[in-house]
């Protein structure tokens, strides 16, 4: 399994010669990479053989339709962030875990590669065409009455240059009743571009609920996930 994600989502091509290598001793490879690992000539042709498997999970090939916002059965939590990389997946774990414990019914909804290997199913909303983003979390969250609470896994930050798009759309399609904002303490900057500001706490709270009420007038915050910047612990922590 590739288990790590870059900008892009390339697989460098310094990494190609251990994944035949892999395959041709009967390794499966699941990659949750923009690039395919069909689209690897050696990989492709092992596969085709019926030799070894290919999991390109980024990839969401069935139809999609473009979304709604129509009102739809069922209470849904999404998690958003001050930026992306600030705990929003662990955070939507850990709340769909803590849920069942309480023996409240709970479904993890995974919009990212990791989330996706972690539960088995899920779409990758970062590779679906942006007109079908909304559509896409329609679908991955439709009307349902055979469980209480949909936890859809949040990406990126409204106020990230880079993937706020992505945010918009999940926060439309989601139509989410409630929002769990995640935040890491001690970050400085918009990851990986010093020259944008992070946003503050209450610009985050405003910006996401005036999205939100696009679709779901009656959104609210009901908690915050911050997460201690490694610098500054031994250990990463978190706090709910």
């Known amino acids: 399994m590739i288990g790590t994600a870059n900008a892009g989502g390339v697989i460098p091509r310094t990494w190609v010669e251990?994944?035949?290598?892999?395959?041709?001793?009967?390794?499966?490879?699941?990659?949750?990479?923009?690039?395919?690992?069909?689209?690897?000539p050696e990989l492709a042709a092992l596969a085709n053989q019926g030799k070894i498997q290919l999991f390109d999970v980024r990839h969401y090939d069935e139809r999609l339709d473009v979304g709604t916002g129509a009102k739809r059965q069922g209470k849904r939590l999404l998690t958003?962030?001050?930026?992306?990389?600030?705990?929003?997946?662990?955070?939507?774990?850990?709340?769909?875990?803590?849920?069942?414990?309480?023996?409240?019914n709970a479904q993890f909804k995974a919009t990212g590669q990791t989330g996706i290997l972690i539960e088995g199913t899920g779409i990758s909303v970062d590779a679906v065409v942006a007109d079908f983003i909304s559509g896409a979390v329609e679908a991955l969250s439709p009307s349902f009455t055979d469980h209480e609470w949909d936890i859809i896994e949040g990406q990126?930050?409204?106020?990230?240059?880079?993937?706020a798009g992505v945010s918009l759309g999940l926060l439309h399609g989601a139509q989410p009743d409630a929002l769990v904002?995640?935040?890491?303490?001690?970050?400085?900057?918009?990851?990986?571009?010093?020259?944008a500001a992070l946003p503050s706490i209450k610009q985050t709270l405003e910006a996401n609920l005036m999205a939100a009420r696009v679709t779901n007038p009656a959104v609210q915050f009901v908690g915050i996930c911050s997460t201690l910047q490694?610098?500054?612990?031994?250990?990463?922590?978190?706090?709910?």
């Open 18 to 40: 251990t994944l035949i290598t892999a395959a041709n001793l009967g390794f499966d490879i699941a990659s949750g990479m923009h690039q395919r690992l069909t689209d690897i």
């Open 80 to 104: 958003v962030g001050t930026d992306c990389s600030v705990g929003k997946m662990f955070t939507a774990l850990a709340v769909e875990k803590a849920l069942t414990q309480q023996g409240i």
């Open 230 to 240: 490694k610098s500054m612990t031994k250990k990463p922590k978190r706090y709910a």
């Open 181 to 195: 904002l995640c935040h890491e303490v001690g970050r400085e900057h918009i990851r990986h571009l010093p020259h």
């Open 156 to 163: 990126g930050s409204l106020f990230n240059p880079s993937f």
